[in-house]
T-cell receptor, first 113, second 112 residues
Framework: GENVEQHPSTLSVQEGDSAVIKCTYSDSASNYFPWYKQELGKGPQLIIDIRSNVGEKKDQRIAVTLNKTAKHFSLHITETQPEDSAVYFCAALNSGGYQKVTFGTGTKLQVIP | NAGVTQTPKFRVLKTGQSMTLLCAQDMNHEYMYWYRQDPGMGLRLIHYSVGEGTTAKGEVPDGYNVSRLKKQNFLLGLESAAPSQTSVYFC???????????FGQGTRLTVV
């Protein structure tokens, strides 16, 4: 089955710096890769996603890149702000015969003012 | 627009007790899911539903049952709670299977 590894588990950056979170997946049939942000005491919220026919997607300060050959994808947050502090989860969807979403173990991002 | 609402937010159960977690969505989504979140393990799918009256097993279904009698509601039941079921439970819904899911705020369940 699919295995999604996420690194780092914790990340501290100064306000205004960039943050990068990386995920690798094992199943080459995976074709949809969402990123979720979870603030303390709340449920995960989809912030950006990418499909396997696209190499990069941007939404204001957030971008996701996908390297299908290497089977890894990354979340990039530029000009970080204190409100970006949260736990971020990556996930991979295998849309084969048995659709299954596999989540990474999360990255706790702390933006220091 | 409330999105996905879970009830209750917190609950403490004794081993062997039963309870039902309620999930309601007002987005007319076909697909609904129940996940559990444990430290260091990410989210794991318990059960899901592809439409009213249907349910299917996810990754960790043992000890749980679900029902989807109405399109907007998805219920998760624990018939005989065990300490291993101590977790945070999240309900989610989506308009397409397994994509762009909207999550509820979670239910923190402790089984003692």
């Amino acid at each position: 089955g699919e295995n999604v590894e996420q690194h780092p588990s914790t990340l501290s950056v100064q306000e205004g710096d960039s943050a990068v979170i990386k995920c690798t997946y094992s199943d080459s049939a995976s074709n949809y890769f969402p990123w979720y942000k979870q603030e303390l005491g709340k449920g995960p919220q989809l912030i950006i996603d990418i499909r396997s026919n696209v190499g990069e997607k941007k939404d204001q300060r957030i971008a996701v890149t996908l390297n299908k050959t290497a089977k890894h994808f990354s979340l990039h947050i530029t000009e970080t702000q204190p409100e970006d502090s949260a736990v971020y989860f990556c996930a991979a969807l295998n849309s084969g015969g048995y659709q299954k979403v596999t989540f990474g173990t999360g990255t706790k991002l702390q933006v220091i003012p | 627009n409330a999105g996905v609402t879970q009830t209750p937010k917190f609950r403490v159960l004794k081993t062997g007790q039963s309870m039902t977690l309620l999930c309601a969505q007002d987005m007319n989504h076909e697909y609904m899911y129940w996940y559990r979140q444990d430290p260091g393990m990410g989210l794991r799918l318990i059960h899901y539903s592809v439409g009213e009256g249907t349910t299917a097993k996810g990754e960790v279904p043992d000890g749980y049952n679900v029902s989807r009698l109405k399109k907007q509601n998805f219920l998760l039941g624990l018939e005989s709670a065990a300490p291993s079921q101590t977790s945070v439970y999240f309900c989610a819904s989506s308009s397409e299977l397994n994509t762009e899911a909207f999550f509820g705020q979670g239910t923190r369940l402790t089984v003692v």
